[in-house]
């Protein structure tokens, strides 16, 4: 049995960022990503040059992503100082074992 390797696919955080996303052309690459769950980590450096990351997971990472940016930062500190940052990235994680019912067992979401 051969064993598959996780999709690690590192994007700018934003909407540039999510663009590139939807803009996948290898098919394979594109449904890990954008069909499955996947797990996620934003990291920025902020005024100080601490480097602040999140880490997540999600069955929609656009979605989620449009979420952080829009309304996360309205209601949480750590997320304007994430707005704020500068040099925001985001690795988007996907794999076939990554799926809703492995999620809801591991995250209990």
């Known amino acids: 049995m051969s064993e598959q390797s996780p999709v690690v696919f590192p994007v700018t955080y934003g909407r540039d960022g999510l663009a590139v996303l939807n803009n996948i052309q290898d098919e394979k690459k594109r449904t890990l990503l954008l069909d499955y769950p996947t797990v996620y980590v934003i990291g920025t450096e902020d005024k100080r040059h601490a480097v602040m990351l999140y880490v997540g997971e999600t069955t ?24 704020q940052g500068k040099d925001g990235r985001m690795v988007v ?16 979401t």
């Not at 929609?60 to 707005?83: F, G, K, L, V």
């Not at 994680?93 to 209990?108: D, E, K, Q, W």
């Open 60 to 83: 929609d990472i656009r979605q989620r992503t449009i979420q952080h940016m829009d309304i996360d930062p309205s209601n949480h500190e750590e997320w304007q100082q994430i707005a």
């Open 93 to 108: 994680i996907g794999h076939p074992h990554f799926n809703p019912g492995l999620f809801t067992s591991v995250f209990g």
